[in-house]
């Protein structure tokens, strides 16, 4: 069993930046690590994943974010630069145990999620 907190959202003018972080209960170092989004009334999307053999951002958030990991904290990091009003979301952590594929876009390939940060850009 894992559990994930995530911290670090809040409230940040356009084109500012903020960094979450997602902390796992244990060690995830060969779990797919991905971070999703989802913004009042829309359905939640993929926003970056990494991996021990692949990963990769949304189109929306490329050049823009960046995601990290520290194996030896058990925690992953989102970094995120240049921020837009679209940005604004809830960002939810997720883990997954099987090896990255086609299917680590789509949330329903994770088997762990924490509970959410919420992120809000003014414009």
């Known amino acids: 069993q894992v559990r994930l907190v995530e911290s670090g959202g809040g409230l940040v003018q356009a084109g500012g930046s903020l960094r979450l972080s997602c902390a796992a209960s244990?060690?995830?170092?060969?779990?797919?690590m991905a971070w999703f989004r989802q913004a009042p009334g829309k359905e939640r999307e993929f926003v970056a994943a990494?991996?021990?053999?692949?990963?990769g951002y949304a189109d929306s958030v490329k050049g823009r974010f960046t995601m990290s990991r520290d194996n030896a904290k058990n925690t992953v990091y989102l970094q995120m630069n240049s921020l837009k009003p679209e940005d604004t979301a809830a960002y939810y952590c997720?883990?997954?145990?099987?090896?990255?594929?086609?299917?680590?876009?789509?949330?329903?390939?994770?088997?762990?999620w924490g509970q959410g940060t919420r992120v809000t850009v003014s414009s």
């Open positions: 990494i991996s021990s053999n692949g990963g």
């Open positions: 997720a883990a997954d145990s099987a090896p990255y594929g086609y299917d680590s876009r789509r949330p329903h390939a994770y088997d762990y």
């Open positions: 244990g060690r995830t170092e060969n779990y797919v």
